[in-house]
């Protein structure tokens, strides 16, 4: 059902957003990041992660760049990813301030229900009731957020689609890109992790390892370049470790932080995206995507449906494993013409325009973060 909302009158400025995600903002670095720390530049950010289950108890609070994280810790599994003890840390830290609501996950709709008058965005950046294991309430909420945000933004076509049936205030915004960060791929040393690989061609992805990848397709790739090393590089989730292939060219390098990406790309030859095609991918726009591309690297990626409509002319796109595999041997050669048309794309993409069209976004609803100048988010801790 499409839900279509009367003009809005425009709302007293914004002085906190008040933030609520599903992801650990110390984790892989995304879309949250990036967009909530471009708005911290202008009004203070709170954001609330989901419970982390552990005998400390209490909630964590961190400032990072003038963002400032709860991390609630609960010695039981809650019930429900927003308690009243994280909501009475929330009220805390906002203060007197007057809210914004921004969330990136239906499970947090409590935070719209604790500040009533806030207005309320909500951030589509994946299809989570698709994801492994996803908690079956996720539906029905979206339902309701739908219905309640004034602004909603959509992460990717394939998002778009669904979102723009159902409610009428929503806005497009695939995945950008921080040119500058990863543009140093292409001057760095490579990292250290990589040096054991010195001297043969490295194939290499970066981010987290979940039912999305496809390792049979990991594992063919491997075979079939024994002499080179394929570097999968981030965390393992919701899979067991035992599902991953093991060859002596595979290297599972963990984890790394934001700042060591250029480096690690600096030692890539190709850059992949070996996504399964199924339910969890027919909708991910791939952050990853203009960040390979960024750092100058040559990208093979399976035939996700975004990656096709928004990328083709600048990724190698295989639709099965034989052409996936042909494609990297493919890409290693010379293409001035790919790489004028990437680093044209990257330059217009960047997270800076897309948080700035964001707030026009928002402006046009009648939300505005107050023009007095803003106060430090640590100055809001108890």
């Known amino acids: 059902m499409l839900v279509v909302r009367r003009c ?6 914004v002085e906190v957003v008040v933030a609520g995600l599903q992801l650990r903002w110390r984790g892989v670095w995304q879309r949250p990041n990036h967009v909530l720390s471009r708005i911290a530049r202008e009004v203070p950010v709170i954001v609330l992660e989901e419970p982390l289950r552990d005998q400390r108890g209490g909630d964590a609070i961190a400032v990072y760049d ?17 308690d009243a003890r994280a909501l009475a840390t929330l009220r805390s830290l906002a203060g007197e301030r007057r809210p914004l609501v921004w969330l990136y996950t239906p499970m947090m709709l409590a935070l719209a229900d604790a500040f009533p008058a806030a207005p309320l965005v909500y951030d589509k950046m994946d299809e989570l009731a698709k994801f492994a294991n996803a908690d ?45 960060h990863f543009a140093g791929a292409r001057t760095a040393e490579p990292h250290p992790a990589l040096r054991p690989h010195r001297g043969k061609p490295v194939f290499g992805y970066v981010g987290v390892i979940d039912e999305r990848i496809d390792l049979r397709l990991v594992a063919a ?31 599972y390098l963990g984890k790394r932080e934001y700042a060591e990406l250029p480096a690690l790309l600096a030692g890539f030859d190709v850059a992949l995206m070996p996504f399964a095609l199924n339910e969890h991918t027919q909708n991910i726009s791939p ?26 002319d600048v990724v190698h796109v295989a639709r099965d494993h034989d052409e996936f595999v ?4 493919r890409a290693q050669l010379p293409d001035e013409t790919r790489a004028r048309r990437a680093a044209a794309k990257t330059r217009a993409a960047t997270w800076d325009a ?28 108890p």
């Not at 309640?148 to 689609?161: I, M, P, T």
């Not at 897309?354 to 976004?361: K, W």
């Open 8 to 13: 809005l009158i425009p709302y007293a400025p």
């Open 66 to 82: 003038g963002v400032t994280v709860v991390t609630p810790h609960r010695v039981a599994t809650p019930a429900d990813a927003v």
């Open 136 to 180: 079956p309430r996720i539906t029905p909420r979206e339902d309701v957020l739908l219905e309640r945000a004034g602004v909603v933004f959509s992460g990717g076509r394939s998002l778009h689609a669904g979102v723009r049936q159902r409610t009428q205030n929503a806005h497009c915004y695939p995945s950008g890109v921080d040119v500058e």
């Open 221 to 251: 790739l491997a075979d079939a370049y024994p002499d080179a090393t394929l570097a999968m590089v981030g965390p393992l989730a919701k899979i067991p470790s035992a599902s991953l292939p093991r060859r002596a060219n595979i290297a």
């Open 287 to 312: 952050t990853k995507t203009l960040e390979y591309l960024a750092a100058g690297l040559p990208v093979v990626s399976t035939a996700v449906p975004d990656v096709v409509a928004d990328h083709a």
């Open 326 to 329: 042909d494609l990297v041997a």
């Open 354 to 381: 897309i948080a700035a069209a964001m707030r026009r976004d928002l402006e046009a609803a009648g939300i505005r973060y107050a023009a007095s100048p803003r106060r430090s988010s640590s100055a809001a801790l």
